[in-house]
């Protein structure tokens, strides 16, 4: 069975394990996920022991095909994010 996590409900694990308060829980959450991608912009790498690895990669730029009409288009150069598991979160969810 799948189940999706939000930031609510890590505000909410946070209120009910260490009697914050959910203002300051969410914005504890909200922080957390601002500096990763702060950090990103700046630096393009967020390590995290025992989680994993976020990076910047570079996607050149490429032709490409308007699936509608045939038509070849360039698709510009761009960043996407990659994230690689720790090998300690990997053994976790085995």
């Known amino acids: 069975m799948s189940t999706t996590v939000n930031k609510k409900d890590?505000?909410?694990?946070?209120?009910?394990?260490y009697d914050l308060s959910k203002k300051v829980a969410e914005g504890c959450i909200n922080t957390v996920f601002e500096e990763i991608m702060n950090?990103?912009?700046?630096?393009?790498?967020?390590?995290?022991?025992?989680?994993g690895k976020f990076s910047l990669s570079?996607?050149?730029?490429?032709?490409?095909l308007n699936p509608a009409t045939g038509e070849k288009i360039e698709i510009p150069a761009s960043k996407s994010v990659k994230f690689k598991a720790s090998?300690?979160?990997k053994d976790a969810v085995k």
């Open 10 to 17: 890590l505000a909410a694990k946070l209120v009910a394990e």
């Open 39 to 51: 950090t990103l912009k700046e630096d393009g790498v967020v390590d995290i022991y025992g989680f």
């Open 58 to 64: 570079e996607r050149a730029a490429r032709m490409g």
């Open 87 to 89: 090998k300690s979160l």
